[in-house]
């Protein structure tokens, strides 16, 4: 061989690149009014959390329809937080306690097709509350680290798959 050339198994050794660290994906459907707000105060106050989060904003968690849950999970990310008003701070008025009567039974539901509950939680975040959706975030990235990869929904991991 001659020198300075290289054999076809150390250029390959040399461009094996070495695999991306896991990290999970969150989706968080937030309330306009008070989780969404939260979530802004926990940037412009530059509050750390993990980067794992993409938002969606919604008018009301009332508005979280069980089947965005859903076909998040579908979509592959590995955890899903709904995050609303307090009670009674609803604009909506009782736009949060039909979220909570239909997300509790979402909850509940989901390990009927082989998603653990632990991947979906709801809570309440006002606007005030920064510091509180910055430790939600990371206590989920932290379960969900935990949890692993997520390996799909029921009979497979979407419909693309599925045929
Ligand atoms: S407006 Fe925030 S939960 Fe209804």
């Known amino acids: 061989m001659l020198k ?3 054999t076809i ?27 969404y707000a939260g979530a802004d105060l926990a940037g412009s106050s530059r509050i750390q959390y993990p980067p794992n989060v993409r ?11 069980p089947q965005y849950v859903l076909k998040a999970f579908q979509k592959g990310f590995e955890g899903v937080l709904v995050l609303g008003c307090h ?11 039909y979220a909570r009567r239909r997300l509790m039974l979402l909850t509940k539901f989901l390990p009927s097709i082989g998603i653990e509950p632990e991947r ?27 949890l692993g990869p997520f390996s799909g929904i029921g009979l497979g991991k979407n419909a693309d798959e599925r045929g």
Request: hydrophobic share 35%; with cysteine; glycine share 8%.
């Open 87 to 97: 009670p009674g701070d609803c604009h909506y008025a009782k736009g949060n306690y």
């Open 4 to 6: 300075g050339t290289t």
């Open 120 to 146: 979906f939680h709801f809570q309440w975040v006002s606007a005030s509350e920064g510091v509180l959706f910055a430790e939600v975030v990371a206590e989920m990235t932290k379960r969900l680290e935990a």
């Open 55 to 65: 938002v969606i904003r919604v008018p009301c968690s009332g508005r979280v329809n």
């Open 9 to 35: 198994e150390q250029t390959e050794e040399q461009t094996e690149q070495k695999p991306k660290e896991w990290t999970p994906r969150i989706l968080g459907i937030l309330c306009n009014w008070c989780s």
